[in-house]
């Protein structure tokens, strides 16, 4: 009997090895923007990896001031939706502000603020940009009814071995807030975020050095099998 259920797949030689995310990311439910789902993220900056990477979208978020020339050069090369770092904790105030517009006038989908962006500043990203505002999540802490009165559309929740549990505590009150989440680099800790209610799953793929060290060590393989 034919399985209506089955993707066809198709792939071509040069892109065979490109990065591909867990596929137990599959199983979250999304998060719909602009009428695009969303189910995993790339957590990259790394123009390379963004155009080989089978993501539904990429999270730009570096540890520098923002600056609009790296989210040009991202934009440029990404094939998929972009949410955009625009600071929050070092780059703060009017400066945030007017890279989150530029991010939106290049296509972002999304801006992203850090976890210590003062809820004035969500509520001045609210008034100007009209994208998700993704607020990043690092603690249970966190006073979420505030962020989302201050403008919030999404949370970010980068707990570490905490984030699962942040997630549970989240959802278990706000049971229709997206909510994005790192995953970890299991299937299990993946499954167990998905569980306690991320709609949406950040991946860290392999740094460029890691890729190309196992490409080298296949190269030197076969050039000794040939010798």
Known sequence: MEDHRYVPELEGVLR?????????????????????????????????????????????????????????????VADVPVFCGVGGGITGGKRTLNIAQDAEFQGAMGVVVNAPTPNETIEGLKRIVDIPIVITVISEHTDFKARLKAGADIFNVSGGANTAAIVKLIRRDYPYVPIIAT????????????????????????????????????YRSQWDEDE
């Open 16 to 76: 065979s090895h490109m990065i591909k995310v867990p596929e137990i990311i599959s199983q979250a439910t999304g998060i719909r923007i602009f009428g695009k789902l969303i189910k995993s993220l790339a957590f990259t900056t790394d123009v390379a990896i963004i155009k080989n990477i089978n993501a539904n979208a990429i999270i730009a978020v570096y540890p520098f001031t923002p600056q609009p020339a790296i989210t040009h050069a991202i934009m440029a």
């Open 183 to 218: 995953g970890g680099v299991t299937t299990d800790s993946i499954s167990v975020t998905i569980e306690a209610g991320a709609n949406a799953i950040t991946y860290t793929p392999p740094a460029q050095s890691m890729l190309l060290r196992g490409l080298m060590e296949k």
